[in-house]
């Protein structure tokens, strides 16, 4: 059974970072994409960063440059660094998981058959 479990949300000042953490059971992160969205209250879902199995990265515009996605395949561990976070940013982040091993990441959240119970990113101004 494939669990996701991600912690290190938390409240930050503008400009400041926080790194986000996504423990993976039940598979083997090579054999899977990998996404990190988010969700802000009255907004849709959407993704920030994925992570093919074969470690080719994507970002939309709105994060390029300040977010990198990074994963390590022994611990089954998916990152999310956010460096110069903006109140903008401020949204609940989810860890999800679709099996794949195509070289582009999906990109909607319906494509990702398995997602984490999210955590909270707070930034303020």
């Known amino acids: 059974q494939v669990q996701l479990v991600e912690s290190g949300g938390g409240s930050v000042q503008a400009g400041g970072s926080l790194r986000l953490s996504c423990a993976a059971s039940?598979?083997?992160?090579?054999?899977?994409?990998m996404g990190w969205f988010r969700q802000a209250p009255g907004k849709q879902r959407e993704r920030v960063a994925c992570?093919?199995?074969?470690?080719?990265?994507s970002y939309p515009d709105s994060v390029k440059g300040r977010f990198t996605i990074s994963k390590d395949n022994a611990e089954n561990a998916l990152y999310l660094q956010m460096n110069s976070l903006k109140p903008e940013d401020t949204a609940m982040y989810y860890c999800?998981?679709?099996?794949?091993?195509?070289?582009?990441?999906?990109?909607?959240?319906?494509?990702?058959?398995?997602w984490g119970q999210g955590t909270q990113v707070t930034v303020s101004s």
């Open positions: 992570i093919t199995g074969g470690g080719r990265t």
């Open positions: 999800a998981a679709t099996r794949g091993a195509g070289w582009y990441c999906p990109q909607f959240p319906s494509e990702y058959n398995y």
């Open positions: 039940g598979y083997t992160l090579s054999t899977y994409y």
